[in-house]
């Protein structure tokens, strides 16, 4: 049976908080009890899942070095929605949804970052292509900070297609490239709006490029050309959350 391991007290704590049902059991460092501990280990047993103490070297070997903080969750692995559940999504997306499209971001660490940055922007759907893509794993789990159980996240095996579809319900695709003429900051992003980021270093592939509606920069006033996608994501979506309040008000 397949399984993840999620780790750190702050990953472990959102999980146990937003999605306790994929937990198997807790593996707990022997003689950890500080109050954060003691409350994961409160927090399980209201819930009936197993805790198992280990030594500090044994969950240094299941985590393979990683920052556990003494506390790792053996649970089902986290799933990205079948394409089939886009349509639902959208239909239940209101009338100005606002989504991220990250194409090509393949290191786990930016993914996780993303989600996390995506969750607080409220972005309806995060979507993915199949391929060329991180996976779901602990990493991304644990750099989310929670927020990878709980934004929709949908891996498509044609981008270029789901593009086009997105742009039939009336939502416009903005893409991110150094070489745009508008800047994020005199571009409206208040109505229905996809924001695509590329990967570092070679941006958007050909063929999502083309099937953008208008294309944006962010501006650089120093000597480095370009931001880590995770940070020009929470740029543009933080931008688009300005616009929209700034319209209500």
């Known amino acids: 049976m397949s399984q993840t391991d999620i780790f750190g007290l702050h990953a472990v704590t959102s999980l146990l908080n937003r999605n306790p049902g994929r937990v198997r059991r807790l593996w707990v460092q022997q003689g950890r009890r500080d109050e954060r501990v003691q409350t994961l280990l409160d927090t399980a047993e209201t819930l009936n899942i197993k805790v198992v103490e280990e030594p500090k070297a044994q969950l240094d070997l299941r985590t393979g070095g990683g920052r556990h903080q003494g506390v790792i969750a053996e649970c089902e692995p986290i799933k990205a929605l079948s394409e089939k559940a886009l349509d639902t999504l959208l239909d239940y997306a209101g009338e100005a949804p606002l989504l991220l499209i990250l194409d090509g971001v393949t290191d786990p660490h930016n993914l996780g970052a993303c989600l996390r940055t995506a969750d607080a922007a409220g972005v309806t759907l995060v979507i993915a292509p199949k391929d060329k893509s991180a996976p779901l794993n602990a990493t991304v789990a644990k750099v989310a900070c929670g927020a990878a159980e709980v934004v929709p996240y949908i891996q498509v095996t044609n981008l270029a297609r789901t593009l086009q579809l997105l742009q039939q319900r009336g939502i416009w695709i903005t893409g991110t490239a150094g070489e745009a003429e508008a800047s994020v900051y005199q571009t409206d992003l208040t109505g229905p709006c996809a924001l695509v980021m590329g990967a570092e270093g070679k941006g958007m592939r050909r063929l999502t490029r083309e099937n953008c509606d208008q294309l944006i920069n ?3 006033a120093g000597e480095v050309s370009s ?10 979506l933080f931008e688009a959350v ?7 008000s």
């Open 242 to 248: 300005r616009q929209r309040a700034a319209a209500q």
């Open 227 to 236: 931001l880590n996608v995770s940070v020009a994501t929470g740029v543009c």
């Open 218 to 220: 962010i501006p650089m």
